[in-house]
């Protein structure tokens, strides 16, 4: 298995454009998790989906941020305008029901490094 | 909401020594996990502990869950210039999937 797969892995955009990133969850898996990243707040969740379907998003930050899954095998995160505040390294994560959380725990994706100039 | 504080933030050994990574749960912990991630890179699962006592160990990684202390140990025996990282733990919510992380541990290993 190619494990999870995100693109683009750099991104750097001006302030007010918009921002689309992507990811591929390992296949079978039936959670899929965005997480952000940055030096002051650490490793933080911001939407998560189960069979496709979003069941938490209490931790997007604003409405600029819009999370879709149309599709078991695909997601992105959508960013629009984008602020320099933006910047962080974006992770996709999947793990699969039963089995697959306690043992392998989530499967992280290499995320995407993004910055807003 | 549940936080989860790490000690010590950074620590830098010398090649061969021991070290201990702490995480405390300021909530009940239903499990703990422990991540290993590099720099610009994703995290990589080394082991989740699900009952109090519980200890793990894999190749010279060793984590331990305290479960009246709402702890979590990481200890690393002989450590090794590969040991080098950050090492976040992670702890699920009651009842569901999401894992709240703690801010990590970096970790360097002089040679």
């Known amino acids: 298995d190619a494990g999870v797969i995100q693109s683009p892995r750099h991104e750097v955009t001006e302030m007010g454009q918009e921002v689309t990133l992507r990811c591929k969850p390992i296949?079978?898996?039936?959670?899929l998790f965005w997480y952000r990243q940055t030096m002051m707040r650490g490793l933080e969740l911001l939407i998560y989906?189960?069979?496709?379907?979003?069941?938490?998003d209490s931790g997007m930050p604003e409405d600029r941020f819009s999370a879709k899954m149309p599709n078991a095998s695909f997601s992105t995160l959508k960013i629009q305008p984008s602020e320099p505040r933006d910047s962080a390294v974006y992770f996709c994560?999947?793990?699969?029901?039963?089995?697959?959380?306690?043992?392998?725990?989530?499967?992280f994706g290499s995320g995407t490094r993004l910055t807003v100039v | 909401s549940q936080e989860l504080e790490q000690s010590p933030q950074s620590l830098i050994v010398q090649e061969g020594k021991n070290l201990t990574i702490n995480c405390t749960s300021s909530?009940?912990?239903?499990?703990l996990y422990w991540y290993k991630q590099k720099y610009g890179e994703g995290l990589i699962f080394l082991m989740m502990?699900?009952?109090?006592?519980e200890e793990k160990s894999h190749e010279k990684i060793t984590a331990k869950l305290d479960e009246k202390k709402q702890q979590s140990s990481l200890h690393i025996t002989a450590s090794q210039p590969s040991h080098a990282g950050i090492y976040l733990c992670?702890?699920?919510?009651?009842?569901?999937?999401?894992?709240?992380f703690g801010a990590g541990t970096i970790l360097r290993v002089k040679s």
């Open positions: 994560a999947s793990s699969a029901t039963g089995t697959g959380i306690y043992y392998y725990g989530y499967t």
């Open positions: 296949s079978g898996h039936d959670y």
């Open positions: 989906f189960n069979n496709n379907v979003p069941i938490d």
């Open positions: 909530k009940t912990l239903y499990g």
């Open positions: 502990l699900q009952k109090g006592g």
């Open positions: 992670g702890a699920p919510q009651k009842g569901g999937n999401k894992l709240v």
